[in-house]
């Protein structure tokens, strides 16, 4: 889809933070596709969902989490949760930089696709906008504290679309990653997934060095700008990675920011660590 504002409006409207990011020395501490996947006190949940279905996740927590960050994969959303808390499929942003997160104070939730199912194409359906709500529902059971949305590629089509149906008393703020803003092989973009409805603070992420075609950096102030009722929406720009596969999409590329995982998961942290708290949220029992 092609942007409809142009990006001096859309510099009008957003805040724009650049973040330059060395290749050097911001690697995770997990190697991706290596050794165990599973991290101390990781637990998995098999959630009864409204629809009937069970929904595998993986959940981390430091001792004491400031927020819990529901985290949303990208590609086909197969992350291949083993019962024990192996992981099939960790290469994922969202996933290897797990650790990193609960280095920072923050809990961190990741959903599997269902059923092993390929989610390109329905992470702007109605169906899934009900089924992050009950992932949102689910972290209320687990902290007091704020939950956020963090998509990545086709990921940050499911936080979008989560963001525009929540109400805004049960989320702190959505981040999208490298987002997928133009049409290709799953038929949809964050564009399809109401930005209009976002009510809650965002953050717009976006690599200059990313040369994903689905993903263009460009996009990032027209994202923003379609969000044109969140409460405030940040655009933070950060460059490098390292290119380690063969497609320009892949998670081990600059789209997928590897090997400046540690700087954008801390600038992103600073951005979540700043949001003004909501109204106070009390855990259910489940």
Wanted: include cysteine; charge should be negative.
């Amino acid at each position: 889809m092609q942007c409809l504002v142009s990006v001096v409006m859309a510099l009008a409207l957003v805040e724009m933070v650049y973040a330059h990011s060395s290749v050097a020395g911001g690697a995770s501490d997990h190697a991706p596709g290596s050794g165990p996947s599973a991290i101390p006190n990781e637990q998995v949940f098999d959630l009864p969902l409204r629809s009937g279905e069970q929904q595998r996740v993986l959940y981390v927590a430091p001792d004491h989490p400031k927020a819990v960050i529901v985290m949303l994969p990208g590609g086909a959303g197969n992350v291949g949760i083993e019962r024990h808390g192996n992981l099939r499929h960790d290469d994922n942003f969202v996933v290897r930089t797990r650790s990193l997160w609960v280095n920072r104070g923050y809990a961190v939730l990741i959903p599997d696709a269902l059923d092993g199912d390929n989610l390109r194409g329905l992470r702007s359906s109605p169906e899934y906008a009900a089924l992050v709500e009950d992932l949102v529902a689910f972290v209320h059971t687990k902290s007091v504290g704020r939950v956020f949305l963090l998509g990545t590629s086709q990921g940050s089509i499911a936080a979008m679309n989560g963001a525009a149906h929540l109400a805004a008393d049960q989320l702190a703020g959505v981040v999208l990653t490298e987002s997928v803003s133009r049409l290709g092989g799953s038929h949809e973009t964050v564009f399809q997934a109401h930005p209009q409805d976002v009510r809650v603070p965002a953050l717009v992420v976006a690599n200059r060095d990313d040369h994903c075609d689905v993903a263009p950096p460009g996009d990032a102030p027209c994202i923003a700008s379609a969000m044109s009722h969140a409460a405030s929406v940040r655009v933070l720009y950060v460059t490098g990675g390292i290119d380690r596969s063969h497609k320009a999409c892949g998670s081990l590329t600059p789209h997928g920011y590897y090997g400046i995982e540690a700087q954008v998961v801390g600038d992103i942290a600073d951005w979540m660590d700043r949001v003004r708290p909501g109204p106070a949220l009390h855990a259910v029992q489940r």
